[in-house]
């Protein structure tokens, strides 16, 4: 079974401040790993996705994020936040399923709140 | 290129009542979710669909929640007979059949308030 922990509920920065939310993940499979973003009242939306290959993967945005393997991590970082980055954070990990199906799951989510 | 489509967005209703809602995907989406997400938590998976058979409906309460998809595009989710922790945003999502991207595309929601 697969499961995604993100460590921190809410974090709270200034703007133009870097910033990272964290991800760690738990599969006995190969996992594809993705970050949301949910914006008060709407669905979530791609901010970026790690397939396979480089290991830093740039999204939308500016934000990236780094696959590492050993610490089954998957990270999201910003160099420089603007107050529109306030939004809630979810990282998702699909695994391959017997079959081919591929189920996704998401953490809890992060509340990143950028503040003047 | 339209998104995915739910309705209602909002919806009141009290204890023991039913309630369903309903999710058109993006158009050629083969694959189909319905996600519960209570406040302050991640989304749920509560059925996918490949088509119009179920892939994975194995956190779904069946005995109150049950959902279709006849002709492999539109979805209902019913819930019958509602309770209090059935409060949650109900989200539809589609991904497209063949891809291993496994991207998932949103609807806005449908939020349930049970009182």
């Known amino acids: 079974a697969q499961s995604v922990t993100q460590l921190d509920s809410q974090v709270p920065v200034f703007e133009e401040a870097p910033v990272e939310l964290r991800c760690n993940y738990s599969s006995s499979v190969s996992v594809y790993l993705f970050w949301y973003v949910q914006y008060p009242n709407q669905g979530l939306q791609l901010l970026l996705k790690y397939l396979s290959g480089s290991t830093l993967v740039k999204g939308i945005n500016g934000f990236e994020a780094e696959f590492n393997k050993s610490q089954t991590s998957f990270h999201l970082r910003k160099p420089s936040v603007h107050i529109s980055d306030t939004a809630e954070y979810f990282c998702?990990?699909?695994?391959?399923?017997?079959?081919?199906?591929?189920?996704?799951?998401f953490g809890r989510g992060t509340s990143l709140i950028v503040h003047p | 290129e339209a998104g995915v489509a739910q309705s209602p967005r909002y919806k009141i209703i009290e204890k023991r009542q039913s309630v369903a809602f309903w999710c058109n995907p993006i158009s050629g989406h083969a694959t189909l979710y319905w996600y519960q997400q209570i406040l302050g938590q991640g989304p749920k998976l509560l059925i996918q669909?490949?088509?119009?058979?179920?892939?994975?409906d194995s956190q779904l309460p069946k005995d109150r929640f049950s959902a279709e998809r006849l002709k492999g595009v539109d979805s209902t989710l019913k819930i019958q007979p509602a309770k209090l922790e059935d409060s949650a945003v109900y989200l539809c999502?589609?991904?497209?059949?063949?891809?291993?991207?496994?991207?998932?595309?949103f609807g806005e929601g449908s939020r349930l308030t049970v009182l």
């Open positions: 999502a589609s991904s497209a059949s063949g891809q291993n991207t496994g991207e998932l595309f």
């Open positions: 998702a990990v699909i695994a391959s399923k017997s079959g081919g199906s591929y189920i996704p799951t």
């Open positions: 669909f490949q088509n119009n058979g179920v892939v994975d």
